[in-house]
């Protein structure tokens, strides 16, 4: 993540086509960072206004303009998680990551999610499923930068260093900080079947409104989270233990009956979508330790589902 300090004349100038290949790993990048595709895809626009601001000897004197974007797209997003740390104070209710659209179905046996143009879309691992990116909320920013960066993407702590303003040694601290975040939310994988297995249970228990059908899927300290900001209806508050959310969780059809459920791949895992009158009106995703539901949260506010709107 240098650049020349000589002239750089007697080199090409980057191609079009070199520069916007950078594109898709901005994107995967500034989301991971971000939890927000909306504040993701402004982070790589303005990285790439920056860069088309320079004049072409300023261009080419860089030597790595792939480099170059992705910190310069880092520093961005390291600006603007400070600030979103601020704003959330004041979000009404639970702030949850905006959660990635994904058609996909997986009701006939979970399948990978295609898109018209996989250049465009966020690659899908464990690091962008919902559990990993709010464990990544309670983080520092300087931890997230330190961490993903290096962790998620193998930078080297000597570039890390230069994107987060400290020495490598103090980013090596706090990556090591990050990752004892992580171990301790005991994230655990389960088979990606096993987990379109019990959504799917989940799906059709709710929809029968069957109350002890879903308690038997539930962890006993399961929690369910809703993300409303303010501008469509949900809980100040999480529901906890596995009846409180099962009798909620019925009562919530009783009052939408015309509520329809779709099984859907949410940031790359088995998830469902509700609409009302083809309105997406809910996403949520599934947090699954071992044979039970642990977690599930879900997005009602209309500006995170809006890409879900027009997917």
Not at 229 to 239: C, F, I, L, N, Y
Not at 241 to 268: C, W, Y
Not at 273 to 292: E, K, N, P, S, W
């Amino acid at each position: 993540m240098t650049t020349r300090s000589g002239p750089a004349d007697d080199r090409p100038d980057p191609s079009l086509s070199e520069i916007m290949s950078e594109r898709r790993r901005l994107i995967n990048l500034a989301y991971r960072l971000l939890g927000s595709l909306a504040d993701a895809e402004d982070v790589v626009q303005e990285t790439y206004a920056r860069w088309y601001a320079m004049s072409p000897q300023d261009q080419r004197a860089i030597d790595s303009p792939g480099a170059w974007l992705n910190k310069v797209a880092s520093r961005i997003c390291l600006d603007l998680l400070g600030s979103a740390r601020v704003r959330r104070e004041s979000y009404v209710g639970v702030w949850i990551p905006e959660p990635l659209p994904d058609r996909t179905e997986w009701i006939s046996g979970w399948a990978g999610s295609t898109t018209a143009d996989p250049a465009d879309r966020i690659t899908l691992d464990e690091s962008i499923n919902m559990a990993f990116l709010v464990v990544l909320e309670s983080m520092t920013p300087a931890e997230r930068v330190a961490f993903i960066p290096h962790d998620v993407f193998h930078y080297p702590f000597a570039e890390v260093a230069e994107i987060v303003g400290r020495t490598p040694a103090a980013c090596r601290q706090l990556a090591w900080s990050a990752r004892r975040r992580i171990d301790a939310s005991q994230v655990v994988h389960t088979p990606t079947s096993r987990q379109a297995d019990l959504v799917r249970s989940f799906k059709q228990a709710w929809e029968a409104k069957d109350i002890d059908g879903l308690i038997s899927l539930l962890d006993p300290e399961a929690t369910a989270t809703g993300d409303g900001g303010g501008a469509a209806t949900s809980v100040p508050r999480p529901v906890e233990g596995s009846e409180q959310i099962a009798r909620f969780l019925v009562d919530v059809v009783h009052k939408a009956p015309q509520m329809t459920f779709l099984e859907r791949a949410v940031n790359g895992q088995p998830g469902l979508v509700a609409q009302l009158d083809g309105v997406t009106v809910t996403v949520m995703a599934f947090g699954i330790t071992g044979d039970r539901i642990k977690h599930i949260w879900a997005v009602r506010n209309p500006e995170k589902l809006r890409p879900w709107t027009t997917a």
